[in-house]
C-alpha cells in the first residue's frame, strides 16, 4: 500500500525551526520524487520543495535559504528543514509523491504533477 505521513508540525515562535518528516511506505525513493506543499487558511495550495529519485533539490523562491530538504533512505523518509520562520510560513504542509525513472536529477515543484498524498502536518508561527 502506498502511503505518505507527514509529522513535526506544531506551534513555534517567530525565528525559530521546525524539521518536518515525511515517512513513505510501498515508495522506492531512488524511484520517487517527493515533494513538500503548503497551504494558509483562505489560500491556494503552494509549492515548497522536492527532491528527485535522484536527490537532486529544488526549492521554491520565497524558501530558498530557509528551508532543506533530505532524505534518509534507509528509513524511507524525507525531512523538511525550515528555519527562520515567519507568521506567513503559518499553513498545512503536505507531502507528496510521483514515480520516475531511477536516479533522476529534477524535480518540479508543480502539484499537478504528484499523485499520491499525505493527510498534511499543521505548522503555526505565532509569538
Known amino acids: 500500500q502506498l502511503q505518505l505521513v507527514e509529522s513535526g508540525g506544531g506551534l513555534v515562535q517567530p525565528g525559530g525551526s521546525l524539521r518536518l518528516s515525511c515517512a513513505t511506505s510501498?515508495?522506492?525513493?531512488?524511484?520517487?520524487?517527493i515533494g513538500w506543499f503548503r497551504q494558509a487558511p483562505g489560500k491556494g495550495r503552494e509549492g515548497v520543495s522536492c527532491?528527485?529519485?535522484?536527490?537532486?533539490?529544488n526549492y521554491a523562491d520565497s524558501m530558498k535559504g530557509r528551508y532543506t530538504i533530505s532524505r534518509d533512505l534507509a528509513r524511507n523518509t524525507v525531512y523538511l528543514q525550515m528555519n527562520s520562520l515567519k507568521p506567513e510560513d503559518t499553513a498545512i504542509y503536505f507531502c507528496?509523491?510521483?514515480?520516475?525513472?531511477?536516479?533522476?536529477?529534477?524535480?518540479?515543484?508543480?502539484?499537478?504533477?504528484?499523485?499520491?498524498w499525505g493527510q498534511g502536518t499543521q505548522v503555526t508561527v505565532s509569538s
Open positions: 510501498g515508495f522506492t525513493l531512488p524511484a520517487t520524487a
Open positions: 507528496a509523491a510521483y514515480r520516475t525513472p531511477r536516479n533522476r536529477a529534477y524535480c518540479p515543484i508543480m502539484e499537478g504533477t504528484y499523485d499520491h
Open positions: 527532491i528527485s529519485s535522484g536527490g537532486g533539490t
